[in-house]
């Protein structure tokens, strides 16, 4: 029914828009029992618990940054089936994510909801000199400590030397800080194999929790090298670039610890259900 009915009425609208009406009508049919109870559906079992950086995990599967960009919605998802959301993406301005108090506000305004996991995503301003950058992700980071489960830096855009001040900034308000919240690194696929392998040994020499690779295409194959540059140390999520089940066991089987998806407008709210079903053997699908 999503993919002849539902479907074709999102493109109507600009992608932006349509994300919009898309979670807003989520949003809508989770206040709603009787919409609640015959449409949403999630999937769970026992063997789908996964434990990293400290934390609970009902199962491997969250939803990608760029879906829940101002941080309202990571109760919907968690009905989805969803274990956790990366927020945002998230900078100090709107040019390129969502103002960093704006999602604060959001988080505390949901917080009371059945919610999963949240990951900021927090990303470099377009406008910000590279010599800024560490100002910048130190300052996001310090406001967002207290307000999500851990975060995720992301790469894209920074240059390398700029790498290491950035894992000494965040490490040390990890530090002063009373609670322990996971630092992951995403790598960007506009990298090249020389400035991923040197973010890795950073990671690895800081001892940071874990690695986020972007989705995109050639996603097994980079999936796999990072896993043998990183000796399979770290945990490792696969971000975006999922639209299928058999994509998502692909990358489950060979060396992900979890994904998060991004596609549903184009593959419906279900995809995280068919994936977790697909995940337990003898379940039907």
Avoid at 21 to 42: D, N
Avoid at 50 to 69: C, H, I, M, Q, Y
Avoid at 99 to 104: A, L, Q, T, Y
Wanted: a positive charge; aromatic letters at 10%.
């Amino acid at each position: 029914m999503y993919r002849f009915f539902v479907r074709p009425f999102f493109k109507l609208f600009s992608p932006r828009k349509a994300r919009l009406v898309a979670l807003r009508s989520l949003e809508f049919i989770c206040k709603v029992p009787v919409f609640r109870w015959t449409v949403i559906s999630s999937f769970s079992h026992p063997s789908l618990k996964r434990s990293f950086f400290g934390l609970e995990f009902k199962n491997p599967v969250g939803v990608a940054s760029g879906v829940d960009t101002s941080g309202r919605y990571f109760d919907e998802f968690s009905r989805l089936g969803a274990s956790f959301v990366e927020i945002g993406p998230i900078s100090l301005t709107r040019e390129n994510g969502t103002p960093v108090r704006e999602i604060i506000e959001n988080i505390r305004a949901n917080a009371a909801g059945n919610r999963a996991i949240t990951a900021a995503d927090i990303c470099k301003s377009n406008g910000t000199p590279q010599s800024k950058v560490a100002d910048e992700i130190d300052r996001i980071y310090t406001l967002l400590y207290d307000f999500v489960d851990m975060a995720i830096i992301d790469l894209k855009g920074i240059r390398r030397e700029y790498y290491p001040e950035i894992i000494d900034r965040v490490t040390t308000i990890r530090r002063f800080n009373d609670e322990h919240r996971p630092i992951l690194f995403k790598l960007s696929p506009e990298m090249s194999q020389e400035e991923m392998d040197d973010a890795i040994h950073l990671i690895l020499s800081y001892g940071l929790d874990g690695i986020v690779i972007n989705g995109h295409a050639h996603l097994t194959g980079t999936l796999q090298h990072v896993a043998a540059q990183s000796h399979n140390l770290l945990p490792i999520i696969v971000s975006g670039g999922i639209g299928s089940v058999a994509v998502a066991k692909e990358l489950l089987e060979n060396g992900a610890s979890m994904i998060s998806v991004g596609s549903f407008l184009r593959n419906g709210p279900h995809l995280i259900r068919r994936i977790l079903r697909s995940l337990v053997p003898n379940t039907h699908k």
